[in-house]
T-cell receptor, first 113, second 113 residues
């Protein structure tokens, strides 16, 4: 069983479209995250949720909106996609907020054309 | 503020060579320190961690020692294999308000047979 699973794995879409990426964890963790990894492998945290409550909301365009319907799910919706949104997006979870190991999904490679 | 600096890559070595990837950090208090590895096409996974000064984390032949006096957490392996080729990330969780993981820029390691 995959601990943190995100779908889809690949997403190719045109500029201006709206798309969603889904993430689910079956580890019973309290905390979930969305990260963006650019072409140079640099990781940037976008959002974190703890027990469905938004904890971290970094400087991310408001076209990006996370939604956590329950502790096991954290989805990412992106409106009006732009070329610069092309990247790999990773979902991750951790047991709790403080000082614990993060478990990552396989990533979603988003390509905006 | 909190930050992690790791050596720039790519690092290219021959099989069975000795590996060191340097990581230094800036943080208040006593952060926990981590090394994550990202194999091609995959998400990040925890390689090893240390939670207090002088702790040594180890896994799969890799080691790193938490050095408070030099604020370092260098990754070492005595004899690398082609299968170790990956991107390695040093990270910390500080003891402050939101506990988010602070990431280094990643170091790409290429092992040639």
């Amino acid at each position: 069983d995959t601990a943190v699973s995100q779908t889809p794995k690949y997403l190719v879409t045109q500029m201006g479209n709206d798309k969603s990426i889904k993430c689910e964890q079956n580890l019973g963790h309290d905390t979930m995250y969305w990260y963006k990894q650019d072409s140079k492998k640099f990781l940037k945290i976008m959002f974190s949720y703890n027990n469905k409550e938004l904890i971290i909301n970094e400087t991310v365009p408001n076209r990006f909106s996370p939604k956590s319907p329950d502790k096991a799910h954290l989805n990412l919706h992106i409106n009006s996609l732009e070329l610069g949104d092309s990247a790999v997006y990773f979902c991750a979870s951790s047991l709790r907020l403080q000082n614990t190991e993060a478990f990552f999904g396989q990533g979603t490679r988003l390509t905006v054309v | 503020g909190n930050s992690v600096t790791q050596m720039e890559g790519p690092v290219t070595l021959s099989e069975e060579a000795f590996l060191t990837i340097n990581c230094t950090y800036t943080a208040t208090g006593y952060p926990s320190l981590f090394w994550y590895v990202q194999y091609p096409g995959e998400g990040l996974q925890l390689l090893l961690k240390a939670t207090k000064a002088d702790d040594k984390g180890s896994n799969k032949g890799f080691e790193a020692t938490y050095r408070k006096e030099t604020t370092s957490f260098h990754l070492e392996k005595g004899s690398v294999q082609v299968s170790d080729s990956a991107v390695y990330f040093c990270a910390l969780t500080p003891m402050d308000s939101n506990y988010q993981l602070i990431w280094g820029a990643g170091t790409k390691l290429i092992i040639k047979p």
